[in-house]
């Protein structure tokens, strides 16, 4: 008998007829003597709704409350899929993140995972053959409920397999499985077949959003194997795995992210202890900077640029200008409207020419590039917003990483 952990997201809860279509994955391990720990998402659209209700009652809600509120979304679906279950004689029941526990730290919104209770899971599943776990949920060390960030439940799975020592982790969703670039804006994206972990969190951390990056980093710390795949068709998916399990090419993906804004700090004096003070006063906000550049010119100043998500930008610029007199900048310059690409690959390791080849590209479509990064295995350009879908279509080309069938296939079946 094996024990298989199952995530379902948002779009294959988002009525009957999908979670339908969930119970018959569920079916199958279960038809050869399997027991199924099912981790459920909240049906698609209900989180977006949860917050955009919070907005309403107040502009700045408590985040504590807002973890409450938000978790609700996968209490409805597992309650619901496990009447489903139990409506056809299966042994099952409904747990949330609390009841586990699953227990974080108190970073409301953003908690990390500290422990999984994996010996009581498994006295819960001695009298059951399926335990529904809400996903994106847990508690913290005062019982608070906690949530682990937008695609969560992604997380919850990995860490569910880890902490149980399962045989199988599936991530079912809405596509195939792990594409070149994303399949939604890129018709000629190719599945793949496996991808080393390495990989996997570059794309993730670039705007992939297909799998969460936590849970590419407790799949890659856990050696948990993730197998990424469609509720909606029967073939196998994407491998997510150690990387001397595959085949080493030289780019495997293209990610995006839209959500950037690029920050200048102007003629800002050039002495030691400056970039400290300017990126520790943002660190303390909890605010994640990507991208930096510094452009020292003659006259003892330098023009200093960063990156940081497009949600943080207003508070990131009232940090900056609190900062105005101690740090000694002339202007402060921003735009909202930045995007990144990047081109992934653990063969860039031992390969030159990458870089070049993606700025050559980006050139020939006219889209300039406005800032640049490097990894061992990947290159990132930071673009104006609107040429996202351009610059991704013209890399994927250029790195040979097209198919000639329509990468959606199977999405209809
Ligand atoms: P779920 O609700 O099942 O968690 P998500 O919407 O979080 O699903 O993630 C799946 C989506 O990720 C796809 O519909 C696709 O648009 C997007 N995506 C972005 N990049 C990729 C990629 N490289 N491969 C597959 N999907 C991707
Ligand atoms: N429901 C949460 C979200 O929409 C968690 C998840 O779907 O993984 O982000
Ligand atoms: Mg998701």
């Known amino acids: 008998m094996s024990l298989v952990v199952q995530k379902f997201g948002g779009t294959s809860v988002a009525n009957l007829e999908c979670m339908r279509q969930v119970l018959a994955k569920v079916k199958r391990p279960l038809s050869q003597g399997d027991k199924v720990v099912v981790v459920l998402s909240a049906m698609s659209g209900e989180t977006n709704r949860l917050l955009a209700l919070a907005k309403e009652w107040a502009s700045n809600p408590d985040p504590a409350e807002m973890d409450s509120l938000v978790s609700t979304g996968e209490q409805v ?15 099952a029941r409904s747990v949330l993140g609390f009841q586990v526990p699953i227990r974080t730290n108190c970073a409301f919104g953003k908690a990390r995972i500290v422990d999984i209770d994996g010996d009581k899971l498994h006295e819960m599943l001695e009298d059951l053959d399926v335990l529904v776990v809400a996903g994106f949920q847990g508690c913290d060390e005062q019982n608070r ?11 919850s799975a990995v860490a569910l397999a ?12 809405d596509v195939p499985g792990v594409f070149t670039t994303d399949p939604n804006i890129c018709s000629t994206a190719r599945k793949i077949d496996r991808v080393a972990y390495d990989e996997m969190l570059e794309m993730a951390s670039m705007g992939a959003k297909v799998l969460q990056i ?7 710390k856990y050696n948990v194997v993730v197998h990424v795949r469609s509720t909606f068709c029967d073939e196998p998916g994407t491998i997510v795995c150690q990387e001397d399990q595959m085949e080493a090419v030289l780019v495997s993906g293209i990610a ?5 804004a690029r920050i200048t700090l102007v003629h800002v004096e050039d002495r030691p202890g400056v970039s400290a003070e300017v990126f520790s006063a943002i660190a303390e906000k909890k605010i994640l900077v990507d991208m930096i550049v510094q452009n020292p010119s003659k006259d003892g100043k330098t023009d200093l640029t960063f990156t940081v998500p497009r949600a943080d930008l207003d508070q990131t610029l009232r940090v900056l200008e609190g900062l105005k007199y101690e740090v000694g900048f002339k202007e402060l310059r921003y735009d909202k409207h930045a995007a990144k690409v990047s081109a992934i690959g653990v063969g860039m390791r031992n390969h030159s020419g990458v870089a070049s080849k993606a700025f050559r590209a980006l050139a020939e479509e006219g889209i300039n590039i406005l800032m640049i990064s490097t990894s061992e295995i990947k ?7 609107k040429y996202t879908e351009l610059a991704v279509r013209t890399m994927h080309k250029a790195f040979g990483l097209d198919s000639e ?3 959606q296939s199977c999405k209809s079946a």
């Open 145 to 155: 409920i906690t949530t682990l960030g937008r695609g969560g439940s992604d997380t």
């Open 162 to 173: 880890a902490a149980l020592k399962a045989d199988v982790c599936e991530i079912y969703t």
């Open 256 to 260: 995006y992210d839209k959500d950037q």
């Open 379 to 385: 290159v990132t350009c930071l673009i104006e917003e």
């Open 214 to 220: 936590r849970s590419v980093e407790f799949a890659k």
């Open 405 to 407: 069938t329509n990468a």
């Open 77 to 91: 679906s597992v309650a619901l899929f496990s009447i489903l279950l139990k409506s056809q004689g299966i042994r």
